[in-house]
């Protein structure tokens, strides 16, 4: 079996499609170290299956494909990596990772870096550059080091600390303490660089610095080093039957090309960087370059790693901490909130108003809007076009119980554009039943950023020819950020989420008793009342006759307003009961037949003449109108519109009814001399639940008086028989106008 190098990638690869290079199977190793890797089987001795070209040059061996480890001269080395393996209970197809040995040969000593993969034992070959006695006072450094970073208790402070020692530790010319922002750009927050190097802090860099590719490799190898950005790769050679090797975990692992040209535009001959892992994620980084070629060695680099764990081991802890308080008080708070709903039920609004300052505070935001069965309550600077503007604009289903939002162009439909000032959302549904949300609202974050270079990749020839490069200089490149907020946390997501998981329980259990409550009054309603109202009309009735057969008069007429009152309450027993029936689906029920609207008209002014004596009504009607529709309840939705007249109308003038027949339409208007119904009501005013603004100005008369359900169910009945039902104020009159087809099509109720 012949040897044969390890494939190269077959194409070249650009900034624009860097997150599909294969970095972590290159082929090739930097020349400051060499490979040996040995097949290992069940029962069999190692047998050599691959190598680095400069491996004879650094130890010496003679190598051969299937050479034993005792051929090579390294089989001392390699009984201690797999004895230190199965120590740490490694399987044979199981990574173990920084296994690391001191191995000499004759006057020389090796760092040799052991792993593990798919039945293949991986080793690293680095010279020792450093005696006994510059190891004991670089690890004495590092453990003063570490001491020092633990009394810290921000990242910031942190992160400053660290990178002075670790340019201690080192000498690199240039240390920077390096963090991921939401957006995964990087910011310099932290920096210790030579007198006469230009400084990069509180430079950014933007996201795509770093391939997800690469930050996956930056988690599982927390430690990078070039000592020479110029070096040649090393090829390595291997059996013709053996996949790439995966180099993921080498410290030998030659760098992606896009990366050492980058590092070459930027003046950088030696790098290394440690990263600082919280939470499994990248975190932030430690980058370290040195203008000239340095090499740092392993133990050194180790100790450095340590640093870093300590640092990423803190600042994980310190976050923690701050998860837990703040954890604490939105739990805290949850319980006032629940406790609150429960006690004033019904009343969701109010139980947010009165912890509106609290609720900011765990959510974070500069103001919000609370908002349930079309009311709403504002809490900071926020006017109430934005109130509106969320009402009637945010999608009343599909959305998640938690939704956050940092840019303008984040938000649904038209929003946008009526938010003004406010750029971040977190909405947090707490009610599903009535639509209930709360609004938590940032204001635009307009931001000056100072890159590290023009963050936009251009076109230029590069050493690797005319393609897409990284930036030719860290020169700042400064840019105004609009349109952006500041981002939610995973703290203030959490609380969220908290909140609308605890509100929205207590509030189903609610309205699930609510509902049981519903039904035994419309059991009431139905049963309980409506026998005896009918009784009542029944001796009405009578008492009519009798009072006009004998001539008694003021029996009659008791008979009439007894009959007249009876039968309105037995109108309004029907509404309540319709409404139930519109909002459970089960429609109104609608029977189509001939009728004449003129009579049906007559019928129920006349009604009202009697019941309200003092009410002036004029009808204007042709002699007869027919269509085609339910006769009863036409008159329920008209005699609505004339209650509603009677009720909100000036006593002093004449409520007018008029019905005409136009085109293919019967068209029925009531009028009368009232005030003009403000616009927020008119929006509202054909539905069931009008209710009224929290922190609107003084309710006017009309919404003292409340619309009550007549219209709603008006609304529904004409809709029903497929027609319109409209609201105009013609000075110094308010019109509601009716439309039906003559023939209409029943819709589904």
Not at 89 to 110: I, Q
Not at 138 to 143: D, M, P, Y
Request: aromatic share 6%; hydrophobic share 45%; with cysteine.
């Amino acid at each position: 079996m012949t040897p044969r190098p390890q494939p190269l990638p077959t194409t070249q690869v650009g900034l624009h499609d860097c997150d599909a290079e294969p970095i972590h199977k290159p082929g090739l190793i930097q020349p400051h170290g060499a490979m040996l890797c040995f097949r290992l089987a069940d029962g069999q001795p190692p047998t050599l299956c691959a190598w680095s070209e400069n491996i004879h040059a650094l130890i010496g061996a003679v190598v051969q494909l299937d050479a034993s480890p005792a051929e090579l001269g390294v089989e001392p080395v390699v009984n201690d990596a797999l004895a230190e393996g199965a120590v740490a209970g490694a399987g044979t197809d199981a990574w173990f990772h920084s296994v690391a040995l001191l191995w000499s040969l004759g006057d020389r000593s090796f760092d040799v870096i052991a792993q593990r993969q798919d039945g293949l034992l991986i080793l690293e070959f680095e010279p020792r550059v450093l005696a006994g006695g510059e190891l004991d006072r670089f690890a004495i450094q590092a453990h003063r080091g570490i001491d020092a970073l633990r009394r810290h208790q921000s990242s910031a402070s942190m992160l400053e600390a660290a990178v002075k020692t670790i340019r201690a530790i080192t000498g690199f010319d240039r240390v920077m303490g390096y963090i991921f922002r939401h957006d995964d750009s990087g910011e310099v927050i932290a920096e210790a660089v030579r007198d006469d190097v230009a400084p990069y802090l509180g430079r950014r860099y933007p996201a795509a610095d770093i391939p997800q590719q690469a930050r996956r490799l930056y988690v599982i190898n927390t430690v990078r080093v070039i000592p020479d950005v110029g070096y040649a790769p090393v090829a390595v050679l291997a059996a013709s039957d053996l996949p790439n090797l995966d180099m993921s975990h080498s410290v030998l692992r030659s760098v992606s090309p896009i990366h050492v040209e980058y590092l070459q535009n930027i003046g950088v001959a030696a790098s290394m960087s440690l990263s600082l892992v919280i939470g499994g994620r990248l975190w932030g980084m430690i980058a370290c370059h040195h203008l000239s070629p340095m090499h740092v060695s392993y133990s050194i680099r180790m100790a450095c790693d340590v640093i870093a764990q300590v640092i990423s081991s803190t600042i994980g802890g310190i976050e923690q901490a701050s998860r837990a308080e703040h954890m604490q008080r939105s739990t805290r708070l949850c319980a006032e909130l629940v406790s609150l709903v429960s006690t004033h039920q019904d009343d969701a609004l109010g139980a947010v108003a009165a912890r509106a300052d609290e609720l900011a505070g765990c959510l974070g935001c500069n103001a919000f809007v609370a908002i349930s069965a079309g009311q709403y309550f504002t809490h900071g600077a926020v006017d109430r076009s934005i109130a509106e503007a969320l009402r009637s604009g945010w999608p009343k289903s599909g959305a998640a119980s938690v939704v956050t939002y940092t840019r303008r162009d984040e938000w649904p439909g038209e929003l946008a554009q009526k938010m003004g000032q406010w750029i971040g959302l977190l909405a947090l549904r707490f009610d599903s039943a009535r639509d209930g949300w709360v609004f938590a609202l940032r204001v635009e974050q307009i931001e000056e950023v100072t890159w590290g270079g023009n963050p936009e990749p251009h076109y230029r020839a590069g050493p690797l020819g005319e393609r897409l490069t990284p930036r030719g200089s860290m020169n700042a490149w400064r840019e105004t950020v609009h349109d952006c907020a500041v981002p939610w946390t995973a703290h203030q997501a959490e609380a969220a989420r908290l909140f609308a998981a605890e509100l929205q329980n207590v509030m189903a259990q609610q309205h699930a008793d609510l509902e049981r409550a519903r039904m035994q009054m419309l059991a009431i309603l139905g049963h309980d009342l409506r026998d005896p109202l009918q009784s009542i009309s029944m001796a009405a009735s009578l008492l009519e006759r009798t009072g006009a057969d004998q001539t008694g008069r003021n029996e009659a007429r008791l008979g009439k307003r007894i009959l007249a009152s009876s039968n309105r309450m037995q109108r309004l027993v029907r509404d309540v009961l319709d409404v139930y029936r519109i909002r459970s689906g089960q429609g109104l029920g609608i029977v189509l037949d001939d009728f004449d609207v003129v009579q049906v008209l007559r019928d129920i002014v006349e009604e009202a003449r009697v019941a309200y004596p003092a009410a002036r009504i004029e009808l204007d009607v042709p002699q007869a109108l027919r269509i085609r529709g339910d006769a009863d309840r036409l008159a329920q939705a008209l005699g609505n519109l004339l209650g509603n007249a009677r009720h909100h109308g000036n006593l002093d003038t004449p409520i007018r009814v008029a019905a005409v027949l136009d085109g293919a339409l019967a068209r029925m208007t009531v009028r009368n001399v009232a005030s003009e119904i403000p616009l927020d009501m008119v929006e509202r005013l054909f539905r069931a639940d009008k209710g009224s603004h929290r922190n609107a100005a003084t309710p006017t008369e009309r919404q003292h008086g409340g619309l009550g359900l007549g219209l709603y169910i008006a609304h529904e009945i004409v809709m029903s028989h497929g027609g319109q039902i409209g609201y105009a104020y013609e000075p110094p009159e308010v019109v509601f106008e009716i439309r039906i087809p003559i023939e209409p099509s029943p819709g589904k109720f």
